[in-house]
């Protein structure tokens, strides 16, 4: 555990950041990233959604504080990271993609970091903004998000040595590989509650009788 939070992968982290051509290439060809530190920015970064939603200046937030539940949201975000990681990967494996499971999640936890860093910025930036300058919060915001989602795109063509068209038709397919998925476990989750009603009307039954 310490040597997946060792200061070392934390600096690549970083780097991947600032070089994410380079930085996620010798993720996949020296295991040089950490999946401990992929998961830790993607709670880092729900954390980070919660607080901004709760402290934003009323400028730019008008949520209720009562309907934040930071447990609700950072069980959605993490089941959210597993779906699009199982997804990627389920399509990748039929498209001769190279990245593992592993290098996905990485590529997907590691472009969380700059939105987490924009949702700290631009909530500590609405606590001084007036009304009429919402822009300066929305365009850090947008700024943050645009870049985060640049760093999975890299990520994710360069662990699977993909150009960036089929990186493209890959996430398509991505996203509707996660819509199946729900679906699938939607499914169960109704069929498993059918069931179970079905049981207890039969033990409930025989009890009666007997």
Same mark, same amino acid.
């Given at each position: /555990?310490?040597?997946?939070?060792?200061?070392?992968?934390?600096?690549?982290?970083?780097?991947? =950041?600032?070089?994410?051509?380079? !930085?996620?290439?010798?993720?996949?060809?020296?295991?040089? !990233?950490?999946?401990?530190?992929?998961?830790?920015?993607?709670?880092? +970064?729900?954390?980070?959604?919660?607080?901004?939603?709760?402290?934003? !200046?009323?400028?730019?937030?008008?949520?209720?504080?009562?309907?934040?539940?930071?447990?609700?949201?950072? +069980?959605?975000? =993490?089941?959210?990271?597993?779906?699009?990681?199982?997804?990627?990967?389920?399509?990748?494996?039929? /498209?001769?993609?190279? %990245?593992?499971?592993?290098?996905?999640?990485?590529?997907? %936890?590691? %472009?969380?970091?700059?939105?987490?860093?924009?949702?700290?910025?631009?909530?500590?930036?609405?606590?001084?903004?007036?009304? %009429?300058?919402?822009?300066?919060?929305?365009?850090?915001?947008?700024? &943050?998000?645009?870049? &985060?989602?640049?760093? /999975?795109?890299? &990520?994710? /063509?360069?662990?699977?040595?993909?150009?960036? &068209?089929?990186?493209?038709?890959?996430?398509?397919?991505?996203?509707?590989?996660?819509?199946?998925?729900?679906?699938?476990?939607?499914?169960?989750?109704?069929?498993? !509650?059918?069931? +179970?009603?079905?049981?207890?009307?039969?033990?409930?039954?025989?009890?009666?009788?007997?």
């Amino acid at each position: /555990m310490r040597k997946a939070f060792s200061s070392e992968k934390i600096k690549y982290l970083f780097y991947t =950041l600032s070089h994410p051509m380079d !930085g996620f290439y010798w993720i996949r060809h020296q295991e040089k !990233g950490s999946v401990p530190i992929a998961v830790l920015s993607v709670i880092l +970064m729900s954390f980070a959604f919660t607080a901004n939603r709760l402290l934003a !200046g009323f400028v730019v937030n008008d949520v209720d504080p009562r309907s934040v539940d930071s447990v609700y949201e950072l +069980m959605s975000v =993490l089941i959210l990271f597993l779906l699009m990681c199982i997804s990627n990967w389920s399509v990748t494996c039929l /498209m001769n993609g190279e %990245g593992r499971l592993k290098d996905i999640a990485i590529a997907i %936890g590691y %472009g969380t970091v700059p939105v987490t860093i924009t949702l700290v910025l631009a909530t500590i930036l609405s606590r001084f903004i007036a009304d %009429g300058e919402q822009a300066f919060y929305l365009v850090l915001l947008y700024a &943050g998000i645009t870049y &985060g989602i640049i760093v /999975m795109l890299i &990520g994710i /063509m360069q662990v699977h040595n993909y150009t960036l &068209g089929k990186t493209i038709v890959t996430l398509i397919l991505t996203f509707a590989a996660f819509l199946v998925i729900v679906f699938l476990i939607l499914l169960l989750f109704d069929l498993t !509650g059918k069931v +179970m009603t079905f049981v207890k009307s039969i033990y409930t039954e025989i009890i009666f009788r007997s």
